[in-house]
């Protein structure tokens, strides 16, 4: 399999309960990303791993967390979220060491908060 | 501030027409990278250009191409010869140079939802 995964495509949870979002890349890039897309709104940065070390967290509640085991693999962890947290969330990686390296994207998990 | 604004939310062209999507953007590095997405109803995010700061020539790539205007801070995607797949939302995207030596993450302009007429 190439390119970046993302599962579950959809996730219709409670905000009661715990979820996890699992992205998986087979590019072999050093960096990975968690962005959050909202209607009308531009792409928010939640967190960015740097050869699984985090380097960013873009102030995002705490209700919300990442775990980045190795360079391929990432997990958002979810519990007791908003319904403002309804979104949909895209995972991306890319190759720290070239400014012309783009972003890869995952198909995204379709959020629904209820 | 914003450091990237693209002020069009939408854009209507003809099929075979060519369209101009606008993108300024703010930054004080000298050295920063410019990236085109466009992003179909079906959700995915697909890379379609890139321009960096330094480059003399305007970025092409098959039918879409940018207008680097360095000066005004500005890199508009152009589309040549408009087809009913290019109706999507369409994305101007940042890369600047933290500390030297790491190119991460992007930022993101609002996007311009584009619609192609037949």
């Known amino acids: 399999e190439t390119g970046v995964t993302q599962t579950p495509r959809h996730l219709v949870m409670g905000m009661t309960n715990k979820k996890s979002l699992k992205c998986e890349q087979h590019?072999?890039?050093?960096?990975m990303y968690w962005y959050k897309q909202s209607a009308k709104k531009p792409l928010e940065l939640m967190f960015v791993?740097?050869?699984?070390?985090?380097?960013e967290n873009n102030s995002v509640p705490s209700r919300f967390s990442p775990e980045c085991p190795n360079s391929s693999h990432l997990f958002l962890h979810l519990h007791t979220l908003q319904p403002e947290d309804s979104a949909l969330y895209l995972c991306a990686s890319s190759q720290l060491s070239e400014l012309n390296s783009p972003l890869h994207f995952g198909n995204g998990t379709r959020l629904t908060v209820t | 501030a914003q450091k990237i604004t693209q002020t069009q939310p939408g854009m209507f062209v003809q099929e075979k027409e060519a369209v101009t999507l606008d993108c300024t953007y703010d930054t004080s590095d000298p050295s920063y990278g410019l990236f085109w997405y466009k992003q179909p109803s079906s959700g995915e995010m697909i890379f379609l250009i890139y321009q960096g700061s330094y480059d003399q020539q305007n970025a092409t790539e098959g039918r879409y191409s940018l207008n680097f205007q360095k000066a005004r801070k500005s890199a508009n995607l152009v589309i040549s010869a408009s087809q009913l797949g290019d109706s999507a939302m369409y994305f101007c995207a940042m890369r600047e140079v933290e500390g030297g030596t790491s190119y991460g993450k992007l930022t993101f302009g609002q996007g311009t939802i584009l619609t192609v007429h037949p």
């Open positions: 590019l072999g890039h050093n960096a």
């Open positions: 791993y740097n050869f699984k070390e985090q380097t």
